[in-house]
């Protein structure tokens, strides 16, 4: 393989590494919502699995994908409900917690599967995904318009909550708040901050991204629903998360660092070495621990981060 | 005078303390209320309760002559109460212009219809705070942050955030615990022109000077509840001191002639670096002996701090040699200076003298739980824990409902006296102590600084810092002043005069 040909496929693997760290990016970001106020919340994954599942059956069912959408998000932010109530009122464990929510979530998703979605004659609306949105005038221009212009909904989407949500964090008074609560619950509480309801709303939050990433598999990836779809994507976006220390910025490009074998892998299926795909899927991780030994700068989360508030 | 304030018939009970008993507390208009009372008496409580924190069992609350719903300190604040709390309510991450702004946000005007989302105006908030910090003389910088202010500076960010809410009524839990006397003449001339304004102020403390020299009134707390209310004019510093603890309190430390024997502490030219990377302690050297009390004199932020973290391995030493004996402990780890005989009782209780969320039996052995007779073959003994704890709680006297306790929910000066117990139990060949009575009551007081004498006859050697100059000059055989990180003497305690350390804390050299 020479130098040209990995020129001239320059612009698709940008376009895929774009399209892989969707779902990583927005796990991410549900991560950092959660995170700032302070509750861990490793059920990403499952509420990304749930959201996948339903929103294929209330296509299904529908037949409108837009419904399907709806229904995921709200299927999400369900559990992340039920996991603010177990952290936040009832002071369980986090990770306890989230750890049940994802075993749910693989219990259910799989059953559902199996006996609603696995029949061979069901009939979706075609289209059954999202269709690409391009955007007029910008989409020509030379490798840029591949790259950013030609993108279904959900990576669009994914683009704009960064800034949105990196200004809300840091720019407004709700993100200040978060924040506050998610370092000293106690200082925000005599500052007249009701702690519990800025927790739980971020949670929901953190549940409704995680939803948009899960139907990113089944909606606007694929398709349909498939067993265990999202494939550790949610774990990945806590890792992009740390990396890019808790700021949807940092995440982004995380995201973008992580999704990147995959998209070569995509591109240069043929003309690859030999090397096992296992040792790319390792990358993640293995930036992510040197981040966290403190090589490229110390990740600190926030300091009251997975524990409760006790109001005296 | 009509009432600001008023609280009646306050109970507060928590698991095994009752905290407040029918507490009737009344503050005037534009009055300064000194509230006093022993470690555990229930002063916290009660704020915390006034300020809508704890939630009273019995009682009502009154503003104005008018009875208020308190549920939360959005409640408080909307009425104009403000709090200044004991232990500093600040988001360590966050610049001073985010911690004051908390709660009451200023949006810029074309965003402001966006409510929690529109856009911070930071701007505004720190010409704000620049202002305040003008007209009373708070010098802060708001774009900092607050991790890196020492505590005297943190203190003025508190008082900020409540005047920038514009309280009317301000309750100071404590404020002068962690500031020098000058520190605390300024807090006084603030307060004064607070209530010029018409401000009514309730202000907590263990200072007893301070009270007959700034309070209108002074109320009394003992044992949860009020045991009398008097004037300035009225007492002296004995008899409050006496209503407080219930008994006689000797205010003066008698002592004996040290007997200094052979050197223990050895500094020789240590330099330290400080957080913010300034070189806070400068080639500094002195020798402190068996049986006497070297006190480390200087206003708060002088190169103290660093000093004694550096004696106890909590920070890096630059250059330079500290010899405990024969060895070098430079840059030894803390555990391994511990062993080698030095007991330390710490200037930031909270961050380096417990883990508050064990109980104060855990507390209680935390340096030593590892060693026999605390553990064998690597198997805690917690009989021996437990007798040894039950033993200290007794000695100490220190307020809790059971040795199990968490330490978190003591009272401050209970949490100081955690620390005291454990670290002078140990038998040491030196004692550190960095403001070992910060927030104590006179009865505690009285009673430790007794015990660091005892510890001196025994032939320990101490190396005292404290920003009290009387603590100084009471347990002191020798006094080092500290100047920009630097000592610029060592006076033997018969020169140490008043106004002789009080020059070299202002960097005066005299002509030799
Ligand atoms: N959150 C809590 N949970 C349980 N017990 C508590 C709590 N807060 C205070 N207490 C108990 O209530 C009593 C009164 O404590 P408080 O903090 O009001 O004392 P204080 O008068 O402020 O003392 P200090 O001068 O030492 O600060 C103490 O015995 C303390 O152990
Ligand atoms: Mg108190």
Redesign the pocket.
Known sequence: MDWSTLLSLAPSILASALRTATPIALAAYSGVLAERAGVVNIAIEGMMLMAAMVGDLAMLYTGSIWVGIFAGLLAAGVLALLHGALSITFKTDQIISGTAINIFAMGVTGFAYKRFLATPELSRPSPSTLQPIEIPLLKDIPVLGDVLFRNRPIVYAMLILTFVIWYALFKTPWGLRVRAVGEHPKAADTMGINVYRTRYISVFLSGLLAGLAGLWFSLEQVGHFDMLMTNGKGFIGLAAMIFGKWNPLGALAAALIFGLPEAVQINLAMSMPNVPYQFMSMIPYILTIIVLTGVVGRAVSPAADGTPYNK? | MPLALEARGITKR??G?L?NDKVDFQLEQGEIHALL??????????MNILYGL?KADEGEILVDGKPITMTDPKDAIRHGIGMVH?HFMLVPVMTVAENVMLGDETPTPRSAWMGPLSHLNVKAVEEKIRELSTRYGLAVDPTEYVQTLPVGVQQRVEIIKVLYRDARILIL??PTAVLTPQEAQDMFKIMQSLVDQGVSIIF?T?KLKEVLAIADRITV?RA?RVVGSTTPAQATEAQLAAMMVGREVILEVKKGEAQPGAEILKVENLSVIDDRKHKAVRGVSFAVSAGEVLGVAGVQGNGQTELVEAITGLRKAESGHIHLGDTDLVNHAPRWVFEHGTAHVPEDRQKHGLVLSYSVRDNLTLVSYYQPPFSKGGVLEEDFIAANAAKLIKEFDI???SAQ?AVS??????QQKVIVARELNRPVKLLVAAQPTR?L?VGSIEFIHHRIIEQRDAGCAVLLASAELDEILSLSDRVAVMYKGEILDILPIKEATRERVGLLMAGVQEQR
């Not at chain 2, 929910?409 to 209970?414: A, D, E, V």
């Open positions: 005296g | 928590f698991p303390v905290a009372g022993e470690n555990g008496a229930g002063k916290t409580t009660l704890y004991q839990d404590e907590i263990h707390m949860g307020r809790t409902p306790t929910t003591l009272s401050g000066g209970n927030g009551d």
